[in-house]
């Protein structure tokens, strides 16, 4: 099969094309087997909203459902092995890609509970759990960059487990996920863990930045609030790829760890899809390209890229001045940058603990109807 050259274009720029979406429909027709050989889908990434939306739709998990029931399973026991099921044989459909890209890519992220993202002992208990549960060396086990989220980075990559860390929104706090990682590294250096074998993606949100700062520019409404729309999400990312830099390219203590074997964390650009329709809809994909970065895009997304992306080079190295100018300017007419992000992080954690409520509900009620 021919690869979409878009797409193609995207991978050889040194962006890793992963799809956000899984669903045992999607691993059952071939969808991302199709996926793989067509537009250059390297990876998957799944949340408590996918696998919502994935188990509330057709009927692909009704057998699996009703034989969990008639085994007396409770209901995260049932999510728990619906979820890392379909984790597990979508690693398995990836396992060529993981195998020639050296673990680099071919890699299947599964989220711990959205519930325990603020208390740091039960997300590593629930990370390791899941890591032994899909049990496959190419998942990547998801841990929301909150504030309790970070040491439990750097504890998981302790112990030789490959992270995927969500839910970052701004560049201070994707220093602090860097820093984790490093620290995690160190301790997996000094206990005799592979470092070669661990990897790590950070996961940086682009389109909800726009959509919330958005908000506050229209509420101040001047014309030169106005004119700064639509760019801090793609600024936002732009400097969280310097900031990459500053710490894996030529970084003193990154190269301590590179020596044995140590694998940069790469920067995912996450929430690709764009919410306002007067934006283009590859914004943050078009204008996100440099080497060694992810993007994550819902299928719609990696779509439009298919059909019309014009991928134009390297659109992020040497952007760093311009993007910290346009945050200047956002906080000179009275954007409060801190809040933004702490609203994100807190509606990130909201929005996946509300779809993972929705979830629990619906296979609840599922239960009892295979029940009666």
Not at 25 to 51: A, K, M, Y
Not at 55 to 70: I, M, N, P, R
């Amino acid at each position: 099969m021919t690869q979409n050259p878009n797409l193609a274009a995207l991978s050889a720029e040194g962006v890793s094309v992963w799809l956000d979406d899984l669903s045992r429909e999607r691993l059952q027709t071939g969808n991302l087997q199709n996926l793989i050989d067509t537009h250059s889908v390297v990876g998957v990434t799944t949340n408590p909203s996918i696998f919502q939306a994935a188990l509330s739709k057709g009927t692909a998990y009704d057998d699996q459902v009703k034989e969990l029931a008639e085994r007396g399973a409770d209901v995260d026991a049932t999510i728990r092995t619906v979820t890392t099921d379909d984790v597990r044989n979508a690693c398995d459909v990836l396992a060529k890609v993981y195998e020639t890209s050296g673990g680099v890519d071919g890699r299947v992220s599964i989220e711990v509970d959205p519930r325990v993202a603020h208390d740091t002992d039960k997300t590593i208990l629930q990370a390791v759990e899941l890591w032994k549960i899909v049990d496959r060396p190419n998942v990547l086990i998801k841990i929301p960059a909150t504030k309790a989220g970070l040491p439990a980075i750097t504890a998981v990559i302790a112990e030789g487990i490959s992270v995927n860390v969500t839910l970052i929104f701004s560049v201070e706090r994707h220093r602090e996920v860097m820093d984790a990682y490093l620290a995690g590294l160190e301790k997996a250096k000094d206990t005799g863990h592979d470092l070669s074998k661990i990897h790590s993606v950070a996961s940086f949100f682009v389109s909800r930045v726009d959509t919330e700062i958005d908000k506050r520019l229209e509420d101040i409404g001047s014309e030169e609030a106005l004119e700064l729309r639509g760019k801090a999400g793609v600024a936002n990312a732009r400097l969280a790829y310097a900031a990459y830099q500053q710490v894996f390219v030529g970084g003193e203590r990154f190269e301590a760890l590179a020596a044995d074997g140590a694998r940069v964390q790469r920067p995912l650009w996450a929430s690709t899809g764009v919410k306002n329709p007067d934006y283009s809809d590859t914004l943050y994909v078009t204008e996100l390209v440099a080497k060694n970065t992810v993007n994550t895009m819902p299928e719609k997304t990696l779509e439009a890229v298919a059909d019309h992306g014009e991928v134009k080079g390297d659109t992020i190295s040497g952007t760093a001045g311009a993007s910290q100018m346009v945050f200047d300017q956002l906080a000179s007419i009275g954007i409060d940058l801190t809040d933004v992000f702490l609203v994100l992080e807190n509606e990130g954690v909201d929005k996946f603990e509300k779809s993972w409520g929705e979830l629990l509900e619906a296979t609840q009620g599922q239960l009892d109807e295979k029940k009666s």
